[in-house]
């Protein structure tokens, strides 16, 4: 197919003002970022956007701190006409307030410039060749232009005075406190699973994630009944395998429930609540484009990682629910580098928007019958990598029907900054979830046996075990404990011959 070369004038150059004002922000509001991040001025198209960096690199070179004064009153002393206010660049980091890594930004940023490289180059290529220039000239500019968009300078970041700089920053200065989707248990831009068994309602759960989190004005609502959710946040849930007719009958079903649970508020508010900070994807919308998966049979990224990257960092989204696994990747889910590349996709998503990326699996039959791995580290069926490579997990596990009602036990699997929950039950009353004090709490229990001692002088495990009716190991672990608090003393033998006392 033959193409014809338009006249420079008449092209848009490639370019993202968008990323250029975010990196530009973030610079400003975190000044160690300027070095770290390998900036240049060829990155930037706009003219306005140029100034402003030309005077962060001339007050880094004179140590001036970056403030908005500061900037404001450099841009007027190098006589930049066209950034006239502090007003101005307050607006410039108002608009680019956002949660996503600079680095992202900057890659588009990098690439932008790269592109508008190669389309001068083409036009000096295409005047060259008008010109009957030599070969040899032509060859030139084509080394020349392939010299320029090369991808060492994307490395020239590695080097000792940068490290040093990095590391005299996390030693000078208090660390953020972290940001959380679910206080105390999931925090701001990690990777995970939410997982179970079929028909644990991992995915109802999430969905009452989602709508909880969209309707965040209603104060102290909670999620799973237990965790608090005190702000709204928009939250992407991606139903894979879903219709929309699926979708509609169980988001229509919990907002019915969460209605009669609030009827101070109105179920319009609610509904505007969850219009704004809630996007679905049923099935019918995720093929859209026509691409289904995340990653490819070897574990590489596809362009739908990136396609959901930009819409959550688009719409100002930082959570994203993709269910389920089975539906996301092409890979063997028991091959170990693919599972961990998985992740990696996962991560990149992350990266590129900002947001904690949750995704929902099923447990293997293994793991949801071993007695020693309590906290369901190993209950994610296939490779061992997925859940080593995460940094959350939450474990859905069955337990025995009580008067006909289905009942779950909730397992932080994995705890990455913050401290481990210990595990939990809820009833599912379709659609929603009630908390169940747990009868068998350790302290509860170690209360319970304590009482059991001073009723039975000199009793043994074995005896307690018996008219608890417990098992082996929570009493074992009780008695412990009590030992441990100075709550009982073992004065004759263990085991049936008893002996144990309260002190």
């Not at 701190?65 to 108002?94: G, H, I, N, P, Y």
């Not at 699926?246 to 009669?260: G, P, T």
């Not at 170990?336 to 990266?351: H, P, Y």
């Not at 599912?428 to 009482?451: H, I, K, Q, S, W």
Request: glycine share 6%; proline share 3%.
């Amino acid at each position: 197919m033959q193409t014809t070369l338009e006249n420079p004038v008449d092209v848009i150059p490639p370019q993202a003002l968008d990323a250029e004002r975010f990196v530009l922000a973030s610079v400003i509001l975190a000044p160690e970022l300027f070095r770290s991040s390998n900036l240049s001025p060829d990155l930037f198209y706009s003219t306005e956007n140029r100034e402003i960096f030309l005077t962060l690199e001339a007050m880094a070179k004179e140590n001036i701190t970056f403030d908005l004064l500061a900037v404001s009153a450099e841009l007027k002393k190098r006589k930049f006409d066209s950034v006239e206010t502090a007003a101005q660049l307050d607006q410039l980091l108002t608009d680019s307030a956002s949660g996503a890594d600079i680095t992202y930004h900057v890659k588009a940023l990098r690439e932008k410039a790269n592109r508008r490289k190669i389309l001068t180059g083409s036009y000096e290529i295409k005047n060259l060749i008008s010109a009957d220039a030599t070969l040899e000239e032509i060859g030139q500019i084509i080394d020349t232009l392939k010299t320029s968009i090369s991808n060492k300078a994307d490395n020239s970041c590695w080097s000792a005075s940068e490290s040093r700089a990095l590391i005299s920053s996390l030693l000078l200065t208090e660390p953020e406190p972290f940001s959380f989707v679910v206080p105390g248990l999931l925090t701001k831009g990690v990777c995970g699973f939410l997982y179970g068994e079929g028909g644990s309602y991992k995915s109802l759960a999430a969905l009452w994630l989602c709508v909880q989190r969209a309707a965040g004005f209603v104060a102290n609502s909670k999620w799973l009944d237990r965790f608090e959710i005190f702000d709204a946040g928009k939250s992407m849930f991606c139903s894979i395998e879903d219709q929309i007719a699926d979708v509609h009958h169980r988001l229509f079903s919990v907002i019915n429930r969460f209605a009669e649970m609030r009827p101070d508020v109105s179920r319009q508010a609610i509904q505007t609540a969850i219009e704004e900070n809630f996007h679905v994807f049923p099935r019918e919308r995720w093929m859209q484009d026509g691409y289904e998966h995340i990653v490819d049979f070897e574990g590489r990224p596809t362009i739908k990682a990136d396609a959901i990257g930009k819409y959550a960092l688009d719409n100002g989204i930082d959570l994203i629910i993709l269910d389920t696994l089975s539906r996301l990747s092409l890979v063997d889910e028991n091959d170990n580098n693919g599972g961990a590349r998985l992740v990696s996709a996962l991560e990149r998503i992350r990266d590129n928007s900002g947001a904690s990326v949750l995704v929902i699996a099923h447990s293997g039959k293994a793991g949801r019958t071993a007695k020693t791995d309590t906290h369901g580290q190993n209950g994610l069926r296939g490779a061992s990598a997925l859940m080593d490579n995460a940094r959350f997990g939450l474990w859905f596990r069955s337990m025995p029907t009580k008067g006909g009602q289905t009942r779950l036990e909730i397992v932080n699997a994995k705890t990455f900054r913050t401290m481990r929950t210990e595990p939990f039950k809820v009833s599912v009353d379709y659609p929603a979830f009630t908390f169940l004090e747990d009868d068998d709490a350790e302290n509860d229990l170690m209360a319970v046996v304590v009482e059991d001692v001073r009723a039975n002088p000199g009793t043994s495990q074995y005896g307690t075990r018996t008219r608890l009716k417990k098992k082996q190991n929570v009493i074992s672990q009780a008695y412990r404990d009590a030992i441990e608090e100075g709550l009982i003393i073992c004065k004759g033998g263990r085991g049936k011959k008893g002996g144990y006392s309260i002190v």
